[in-house]
């Protein structure tokens, strides 16, 4: 039979781009994903639908337990014959017990390949403008547990680690400090080394903290740092200031909730986290295709000869072009009608399927676009004008209105369903409970009313959230349903959502 396959993966220290492109297709073709604590969550989405989640990152005093259970869960999973992801924060084999997994794999006759990650040790110092190496400084590192043995002993040679020259980084160290600091001044460091505490390392609550090797102890009190958290001892850490390039970033330590669907959700996601913040992506809408909806719309453009089509979002755009794809319809048919969109996002969704606006609304309201389109329209040139709007079940009816005052034909076609995404609403209030959200967007007047729709009771956690709207009708149902609107966004775009939430930091 069939052994199966088990993939140890690291996932790199917390920032979503910090993993390898093999750790990525490994989480896309997994049927099983068991993951850590420290693995950053979001890397999870690029499983494939039906793909099963076992978290085993619970804290527990009964840990070697819990490794053996891990170890079985595993060993079981992929003798099912399934492709399974141990995916492990940082690096796999630095203090994951990634060896005691393999060599379990290995007794078991398993097959299985190891994935390298970034580790913490080296990565997470660098995003705190930590270089583990420099000329001036250390030209060697040392990694080292901090995390005690069963009889609370380390396993350390204190003599020649004290003596190193070279930068010595603790992981797991914060519960011992006060024994680490007092065992390397005791055999000879400096007490005056400079240490730098960085927890937290690459995400969005990294926070670095610098002081002496001699305070160490009283500076972990004081400043109350918890794990996960490097300790790092050596010369380097006087570069931070300097290099320290991640906690500069603008949007550094910000959070954004997104509340539209997933999938538009990533180029708002890059851009934030580009500027250094941090997006919770919770898609209050689901939306289903309309059933056969391709035949529908090749019928549709068989019976007549429009002069327009209009397409009002991304999601329309995407259905429709991609429909008509799978039913083998033969683009060049659509020689000649105009296009004619609303917002630059829409407009580029068109532009993926290699055609170009002519037409394009800077506003983001389909009544703005249906004048542009009756202006056009009236500028002559077409024997029998005639507009097909594909669009969503729920899309306004102002088009028509329009269409209809200034007599030209109009036939809307539904593509598909637009509903409230109850699913999300126990992530969603763990995530308003547990987070400091400093702003959520809102993308269209659906994602305003779905979400409060799914917060139902629970509505005030979101009060004092900053909003931020992508235009004028979005903006006026944040306040129909009784919230102030902080922040509009001056054009329909993400590129425009972002900048205004960038000037509304940098103020
Ligand atoms: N395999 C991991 C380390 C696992 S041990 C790696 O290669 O990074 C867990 C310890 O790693 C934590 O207690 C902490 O000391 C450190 N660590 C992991 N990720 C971290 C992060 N993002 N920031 C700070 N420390 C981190």
Redesign the pocket.
């Known amino acids: 039979m069939n052994k199966g396959k088990v993939y140890l993966v ?1 996932a ?3 920032d979503y781009g910090l993993i390898t492109l093999k750790g990525l297709d490994c989480i896309a073709k997994a049927d099983i994903i068991i993951y ?1 604590r ?1 693995v950053n969550r979001d890397l999870l989405k690029n499983a494939k639908p039906g793909c099963e989640f076992i978290y085993v990152g619970k804290k527990s005093s009964n840990h070697i337990m819990a490794q053996d259970k891990i170890n079985e869960t595993i060993a079981e999973s992929a003798a099912m014959g399934k492709v399974v992801i141990r995916l ?9 017990r ?1 060896g005691e997994e393999a060599e379990v794999l290995y007794d078991q006759g398993i097959d299985f390949e190891v994935v390298p ?8 110092l660098a995003y705190a403008g930590i270089p583990v190496t420099h000329r001036d400084f250390a030209s060697s590192f040392h ?1 080292v ?3 005690a043995k069963k009889d609370d002993s380390l396993d350390i040679n204190w003599e020649s680690l004290a003596r190193e020259k070279g930068t010595v980084v ?5 519960g011992n400090i006060k024994h680490i600091t007092k065992m390397l001044v005791s055999h000879g460091r400096d007490p005056k080394t400079p240490v730098a505490f ?6 969005y609550r ?1 926070r670095t903290v610098k002081t002496s090797l001699e305070d160490a102890y009283d500076c972990v009190q004081r400043e109350g740092i918890k ?5 790092v001892v050596g010369g380097v850490v006087s570069l931070s200031d300097k290099l320290g390039f991640y906690e500069r970033k603008p949007l550094f330590g910000k959070t954004v909730m997104v509340t539209r669907t997933r999938k538009k959700n990533s180029e708002l996601r890059q851009k934030i986290s580009e500027l250094g913040g941090k997006t919770f992506e919770l898609p209050t809408i689901d939306i289903q295709d309309k059933k056969d909806i391709g035949k529908t719309l090749i019928e549709r453009l068989e019976s007549k000869r429009y002069s327009h089509i209009a397409l009002t979002s991304h999601n329309s755009v995407d259905i429709f072009f991609k429909n008509l794809v799978k039913e083998g319809y033969d683009f060049r048919k659509l020689a000649g009608i105009k296009i004619a969109s609303v917002g630059s996002a829409t407009s580029r969704a068109i532009r993926r399927y290699g055609f170009l606006p002519d037409i394009e609304s800077s506003q983001s309201t389909g009544q703005d676009l249906a004048g542009l389109i009756l202006k056009d329209i009236g500028s002559g040139g077409f024997v029998s004008p005639s507009v097909l709007f594909p669009c969503s079940e729920i899309a306004s009816r102002v088009m028509e209105e329009v269409m209809v005052s200034g007599q030209v034909d109009l036939d809307r076609v539904d593509l598909y369903t637009n509903t409230v995404n109850m699913a999300i609403k126990d992530e969603l209030l763990e995530i308003l409970k547990k987070e400091d959200i400093d702003y959520i967007t809102f993308t269209s007047s659906s994602t305003v009313k779905y979400l409060v729709e799914i917060l139902g009771d629970d509505k005030g956690l979101i009060r004092d959230i900053k909003k931020v709207s992508i235009g004028s009708i979005t903006s006026q149902t944040i306040r129909d349903l009784g919230f102030e609107l902080d922040i509009e966004s001056d054009q329909a775009s993400i590129d425009s959502m972002v900048s205004a939430i960038l000037d509304d930091v940098i103020g």
């Open positions: 690291g790199g220290p917390g850590d420290l492990k924060g940082g690096d796999p084999y630095v203090f994951g990634g990650g970034v580790t913490s040790s080296i990565g997470g990694v547990t901090g995390h603790f992981l797991m160290g914060i960085v927890s937290n390392a690459t995400n990294q794990a996960p958290s490097l300790f």
